[in-house]
């Protein structure tokens, strides 16, 4: 439970109506006296949904790229893909999918993060969860983008270089993975905030 929601839980519900000698209910003095807390929210919310937005768009064109174009090519008989069966094209197809969904919801979300009307209500309830979801959304199609990569570079090596294949993808993973450490923090608090 917040500190807001405590402090309302706790009182009668008549006291948060009643106005004080200034004319003020209670949650108007809240917005007031945090009036700067709410500003320094709102331009860190903004600042984050925007680095998280580029991401975001950089993933879904590559995604998109990678699905919009078969690798192996057609069958020029019937048109259906050449690898279509293997393993690995498959993983690829699929993954190269998930990534372009995830990642076009999650831009979604900035976007509508950016664009809200962010008020002391809003904070409650409508800006953690989107960012919650752009956050989450935002780490699947991270995965699933490393999960078409990898697998398009085993159906295009074929059995030669499978050993090395390993070590290269641990450090094609470091600056991705550098990257949700450094969010992961956030989405853990998100998760475990009350709201």
Aim: hydrophobic share 45%; charged share 10%.
């Amino acid at each position: 439970m917040g500190e807001s929601q405590f402090i309302k839980s706790s009182m009668p519900t008549n006291l948060l109506t009643i106005r004080n000698g200034e004319g003020k209910t209670s949650m108007e003095v809240f917005e007031e006296t945090h009036e700067g807390i709410i500003k320094d929210g709102v331009q860190w919310l903004n600042s984050t949904s925007q680095s998280c937005s580029v991401i975001a768009a950089l993933i879904a064109s590559v995604a998109y790229a990678s699905a919009a174009t078969v690798p192996g090519g057609d069958n020029q008989n019937n048109g259906i893909p050449i690898l279509k069966g293997d393993p690995s094209f498959d993983t690829f197809i699929n993954a190269s999918l998930v990534a372009l969904c995830f990642s076009v919801t999650s831009l979604t979300m900035f976007l509508s993060i950016l664009t809200a009307n962010s008020t002391i209500h809003d904070f409650l309830h409508n800006l953690p969860t989107k960012l919650l979801l752009g956050l989450t959304t935002l780490f699947i199609s991270i995965g699933a983008m490393l999960v078409s990569f990898c697998a398009g570079h085993f159906f295009n090596s074929g059995d030669r270089n499978r050993n090395t294949g390993s070590s290269v993808f641990a450090i094609i993973c470091l600056p991705v993975s550098a990257y949700a450490l450094t969010q992961f923090r956030l989405l853990i608090s998100l998760v475990n905030a009350p709201f």
